[in-house]
């Protein structure tokens, strides 16, 4: 693969007043010297200064312009992939990026594949595998929370912290194979010793890993459902917290039939909201469907808004809510604070409460605050400032990592010898090092990749 020059538009479809074509490989620079003719005369893409933008005409086979550019080369090492790479930015037409494409596939580039760019990078020792899942973190981001974390990971600092870990680990897992090979000529490093600096590394192990869910949220985001009886304001509020009107309002009961869905930012965090039908019961079929939706997404939600009637009497279709949200996440919401309050609130009793007004704005700030609280979010700021695990793959691995620290200290502990000792910190490297990449699955590798888009 590495042989071949690949070729991409790398630029997202659609017009734009830029468009990218790119190559990466041994043939990238006189590939792109056959299509581009500098605009100073004498000139050649070969000879370009490296990282410089020249002004010239891509021309086909039969020297008829396609466009007029700017094209930049990059030389091995010093490179996105680490391989020569050429970059044409034409005009943003979708045409004449197709054109120059096809171009540079008939001078002998390949059609470069899903993340093959990427690839290269990770291959020729550019990026490791924690930096390559940040730049389709990076790429695909619906948040500046989700946006921040993947750039700290793409900077490496995540990275740092754990090859900081293994080469303790490995320092360890040398001096007890040499304990174990010469045993008279290696100074015993006494079980108090290994234990105290063992548990330093399972606490940084263990630190990282405390922090892995919250990363996970931020990077996915957060699933809301606004839940309640007919006519609490759940359509209202949900409106009121996206500033826009996305849901149908009416005093009609029933009104939401299926769920609505929508995202809002909070302090950086991509809550996906679900406005769903009201809870009742009814005899109508389609309203029962959409009830039953609503229960479906109560199942699968990390935070349940239910929202119940400030100005109304609590009634059957309240108790009703409350079974089906019973031993999950909730924030009870008591709406229309600008009305007169009639609901008994001790009857919500223990769940957190908090009093709005979807009419007036009342209560949203502390209910913003309130919803970062209850999905553990509430210092999130500070989590952008981190190394955060933010993927499930990443986690496994650490989780396996801390699991087979707990095994060694438990050995050290018990006195076992120093070759059942080795094979845990043999484990506990293994893991550390598939999070980096340094020692992978190739199906994991592949996996990973198929996600990214053509062109990155």
């Known amino acids: 693969m590495l042989g071949e020059t690949i070729a991409a538009i790398s630029t997202a479809p659609g017009t734009a007043a830029i468009g990218i074509v790119r190559l990466s490989g041994p043939a990238a620079i006189p590939i792109a010297g056959k299509m581009f003719r500098p605009a100073k005369v004498g000139g050649a893409l070969a000879a370009a200064e490296n990282r410089r933008l020249i002004l010239g005409t891509v021309r086909d086979e039969h020297n008829h312009p396609l466009d007029e550019c700017l094209a930049v080369v990059m030389r091995a090492p010093h490179s996105y992939t680490g391989e020569d790479l050429v970059e044409l930015h034409c005009h943003g037409s979708p045409v004449v990026l ?32 924690l930096q390559v899942e940040a730049v389709g973190d990076l790429l695909a981001a619906g948040s500046s929370g989700a946006a921040a974390v993947a750039l700290g990971q793409l900077r490496g600092e995540l990275s740092r912290k754990i090859e900081a870990a293994k080469n303790r680990l490995q320092r360890f897992l040398v001096h007890l194979q040499a304990a174990i090979d010469y045993p008279e000529e290696v100074e015993e490093i006494t079980p108090e010793e290994l234990l105290d600096q063992a548990k330093e590394v399972e606490q940084e192990i263990r630190a990282l890993l405390k922090e892995a869910e919250r990363g996970q949220r931020v990077r996915e985001g957060v699933s809301v459902v606004l839940a309640g009886k007919p006519n609490t304001g759940k ?40 406005d769903t039908a009201g809870i009742r019961r009814s005899g109508e079929l389609i309203e029962q469907i959409g009830i039953k939706k609503a229960q479906e997404a109560i199942e699968r939600a990390h935070l349940i808004l239910a929202v119940f009637d400030g100005a109304a009497p609590f009634t059957a279709d309240d108790a009703e809510v409350l079974r089906l949200i019973r031993g999950k996440p909730v924030l009870a919401v008591i709406n229309k604070h600008d009305l007169p309050q009639v609901l008994d609130r001790g009857l919500l009793s223990p769940l957190p409460v908090v009093e709005v007004s979807a009419l007036t704005g009342f209560g949203l700030e502390e209910l913003e605050q309130a919803m970062l609280r209850q999905t553990g979010l509430e210092d999130v700021g500070l989590l952008y400032e981190q190394s955060v695990i933010s993927r499930p793959r990443q986690k496994g691995a650490l989780a396996a990592a801390a699991m087979a620290m707990k095994n060694f200290l438990q050995g050290v502990e018990e006195g076992l010898t120093a070759d059942c000792l080795a094979m845990d910190l043999e484990e506990a490297l293994w893991q550390l090092g598939s999070l980096t990449g340094e020692v992978h699955r190739e199906d994991i590798i592949n996996d990973i990749f198929a996600q990214f888009c053509v062109g990155k």
């Open 98 to 129: 197709r054109q120059v494409l096809t171009l540079a596939i008939a001078y002998g580039a390949k059609p470069a594949g899903p993340g093959e760019f990427t690839k290269r990078a990770f291959i020729n020792g550019k990026l490791d595998l």
């Open 235 to 274: 359509s209202s509020l949900m409106n009121r917290l996206l500033q826009s009107e996305r849901s149908i309002v009416a005093d009609i009961p029933g009104t939401t039939r299926d769920v609505v869905e929508e995202s809002v930012e909070i302090a950086g965090v991509a809550f996906r909201l679900s």
